[in-house]
């Protein structure tokens, strides 16, 4: 079956020391995001990738950083993790961006972080 | 700004029939999606709504007014299994998908 996989599920990292985390996909969609989530809130939109392109939003934090080797697999890497960081990290990606069904965002299982 | 509101929460009987609401103020409209999200899990897609009107799929049901920036989630014969967490996103003209907290939903026996 076409997914997105995301590992590890779980990641417990301390305070300041750096985490990556994964994404493949087997939809060969061109565009892959990283959201984070905390709990009760909407998903936050940290970047995405529309192929090799990158686009970071403008208030995410230049503590974090993400690359896309190829079209299959994305990183997210926290480089300083903060208490502030522990959340779920969710990756999901579409087909398009530019309107209609193909906009549909499939999201991978999450990797929750927690920050010690 | 943007905003996307939604009732934080509701509760419903096994069954029943529920009506989850959203509204949006958004720079532009390129259509409405909605999620499912289970506690601990990822969002799963539910529905997409660009033209007025109703979308039926199974038991859910999504309806959609551009007019008045208003959409609904509507879950019929609901199972225990539909207890999770509703998310409302939009699709701005700049092609920015703006998401809602979400409508946690509580069914009881």
């Known amino acids: 079956d076409a997914m997105v996989i995301q590992n590890p599920r779980y990641q417990v990292t301390q305070f300041g020391k750096p985490v990556t985390l994964s994404c493949s996909q087997t939809?060969?969609?061109?565009?892959m995001y990283w959201y984070q989530q905390k709990s009760s809130q909407a998903p936050k939109l940290l970047f995405h990738y529309y192929d090799k392109d990158f686009n970071n939003e403008a208030d995410t934090p230049d503590n974090f950083q993400s690359r896309r080797p190829n079209t299959s697999f994305c990183f997210l890497d926290i480089r300083s993790p903060g208490l502030g960081d522990a959340a779920m990290y969710l990756c999901?990606?579409?087909?398009?961006?530019?309107?209609?069904?193909?906009?549909?965002?499939?999201f991978g299982p999450g990797t929750r972080l927690t920050v010690l | 700004g943007q905003n996307i509101d939604q009732p934080t929460e509701m509760t419903a009987t096994e069954g029943a029939i529920v009506q989850i609401n959203c509204t949006y103020q958004t720079s532009g409209f390129n259509g409405l999606f909605w999620y499912q999200q289970h506690a601990g899990e990822a969002p799963t897609f539910l529905s997409y709504n660009v033209l007025d009107g109703l979308e039926e799929k199974g038991r859910f049901s999504s309806f959609l007014s551009r007019s008045k920036g208003y959409s609904y989630l509507l879950l019929k014969e609901l199972q225990m299994k539909d207890s999770a967490s509703y998310l409302c996103a939009v699709r701005d003209s700049n092609y920015q998908l703006i998401w809602g907290a979400g409508t946690k939903l509580i069914i009881k026996p």
């Open positions: 939809l060969n969609h061109n565009v």
């Open positions: 999901a990606t579409s087909s398009e961006v530019t309107g209609g069904p193909a906009d549909t965002q499939y």
